[in-house]
């Protein structure tokens, strides 16, 4: 069964980076792309973490600088994502239901901003939810590494022992 859904497009990022913060955001900005959507988990912290260290924070203010909205989303439990963006400006949304649209599309309507999907980019570790759900919405995808593999939940270890990742 998993061999007929890796036969789609929809399982290839349009970019890979090492990490979000490899990202060229401004080359991004420059084309045209004003909101980006990301994953929390293994994203941008690994699970064993729970706030936001400064250079997370500085880099979430350098992307507002360029002129980014950025929203989470994640499949975690929102006390999680509330506890990250406790006492920032940051927006974000748990129990998303990645590779279901519902959460993404949530996100967008929440930014002040009216963007098209065409403006948008969605950042994320997990091919089966992260990327799977941004191509399936039409949005750009980038896929990163996994910031800590070890603290991994044993369902996202599964999916990636299916599409062959680790």
Known sequence: MIHLLLRTKKFIPNEF???????????????????ILTDLDNTLISYEEYKPNQVILDKLESLKNIGYETVLVSNNIPERINSFVEGTDIIGFGNARKPLLIGMKKAIRSVDTKVELSEIIFVGDQLMTDIYGANRLGVYSILVNPIKRKTEKWYTKIQNLEIGVL
């Open 17 to 35: 980076q090492k990490t979000f913060f490899d990202i060229d955001f401004e080359g991004l900005y420059k084309k045209g792309y004003k909101l």
